[in-house]
């Protein structure tokens, strides 16, 4: 549920989204401005889900995600700012970090002192994590990790990443600073989605790393990437369904300002099968996840499953929401002037990030064909 401090919370989030956060632009500069960055640090956006004991705001579950879908509703780059920084990385560190770790690298994180990174994905490498080549080695007391790593949101801009690297088939995490020796960042530009994401490249060389760097024990990296995708499908589901429902908010808005034949286009019955249909996803969408939040909240074992699923339903509502919204707008829609055509663009990198809707079909399917009875 929501508490009333969550309730004053999310208002005045709303407040400040709508003053600071101009999807279309930071689309058009291909980047988010520092001034946003440092503004998101200071009203303590940067550590929403981390305890008020480890200097966060304390959020509860579904007030994260009703904040992250208010962000993916103005710009789902920076949505996605929230999803790497909060659930991929800072929320993993609470969870398997030593105390001497939370106790330095939380200060840094949620001041916004650091920007963190995920990096997973590699070149030859997506969802298929078996397969990843960067390589680590023992080096005395340290660590020794070569490879490179691709698709790396706000890789280009990260102080530190969160480096998934493999020592035979045992494969561990690690936290790299972006200015350690052997590190080469590459930013990726003029994508379809996401455009100000600050995606990069980033090639490890022989990069040496202290052993306090490693998170988690040695060989339990599956563990972790296992435990951080969770988190990020959790986000992303809550981004999906702000950017469903702002292509929604838009299609009704241009159906009943838009005329044809003398009529706005609201009173002719086809597009109110379109906007009967977009409506009905948005709201099944938000179900799914609501569901997913009380699960998590509840610590429940099948709050993992819930998370698949919502993420998987709220992607794909995502994707066919917008399309309907394009439509309605017709040759508009191709358009920048109108926000629906960066909505279009946006959705579609839902059904890819944090595990395709394919892999998602299989988790759910596995999972089904065990436990629902």
Avoid at 334 to 344: A, H
Wanted: net charge neutral; aromatic share 8%.
């Amino acid at each position: 549920m929501i508490t009333d401090e969550g309730k004053i919370f999310l208002a005045a989030a709303k407040t400040f989204i709508d003053e600071h956060v101009h999807g279309a632009a930071f689309d058009k500069a291909q980047q988010l401005p520092r001034s946003l960055l440092k503004l998101l640090a200071s009203h303590g956006y940067l550590g929403i889900n981390i305890s008020r004991e480890q200097g966060g705001l304390g959020m509860n579950a579904l007030e994260y995600g009703l904040f992250t879908e208010l962000l993916g509703r103005a710009c789902s780059s920076t949505r996605t700012l929230l999803t790497v920084h909060c659930s991929l990385v800072t929320e993993t560190l609470s969870r398997w970090g030593t105390e001497q770790q939370k106790r330095h690298w939380f200060a840094l994180l949620v001041s916004g002192e650091t920007i963190a990174s995920f990096a997973v994905s590699e070149p030859a490498h997506g969802s298929d994590t078996r397969g990843i080549a960067t390589r680590y080695r023992k080096s005395g007391a340290d660590y020794v990790i070569s490879g490179t790593k691709k698709w790396i949101s706000f890789g280009a801009i990260a102080d530190v990443f969160l480096v998934f690297a493999k020592c035979d088939e045992q494969m561990s995490a690690f936290l790299i600073d972006r200015s350690a020796p052997g590190v080469r960042v590459e930013p990726i530009n003029n994508l379809l989605s996401q455009r100000a994401s600050h995606l990069a490249e980033i090639t490890f060389d022989e990069v040496v790393v202290p052993n306090t760097r490693l998170l988690g024990a040695e060989g339990s990296g599956q563990l972790l990437l296992m435990s951080a995708l969770d988190n990020g499908r959790y986000s992303v589901a809550w981004g999906a369904c702000g950017v469903a429902r702002e292509a929604l908010v838009q299609m009704i808005g241009y159906a009943q300002q838009r005329t044809q034949f003398g009529s706005p286009l609201a009173e002719f019955q086809l597009v109110q099968g379109l906007i009967g249909d977009a409506a009905s996803e948005v709201h099944a969408a938000h179900a799914l996840c609501e569901r997913a939040a009380s699960q998590r909240m509840a610590r429940s074992c099948h709050a993992g499953y819930e998370t698949t699923i919502a993420k998987y339903v709220a992607s794909k509502a995502a994707v066919s929401v917008t399309a309907r919204a394009l439509q309605v707008h017709g040759a508009n829609g191709l358009s920048d002037d109108f926000c629906v055509e960066r909505l279009f663009r946006d959705a579609k990198a839902l059904e890819i990030i944090e595990g395709s809707s394919q892999m998602q079909q299989i988790t759910i399917s596995n999972y089904a064909l065990t436990a629902e009875k």
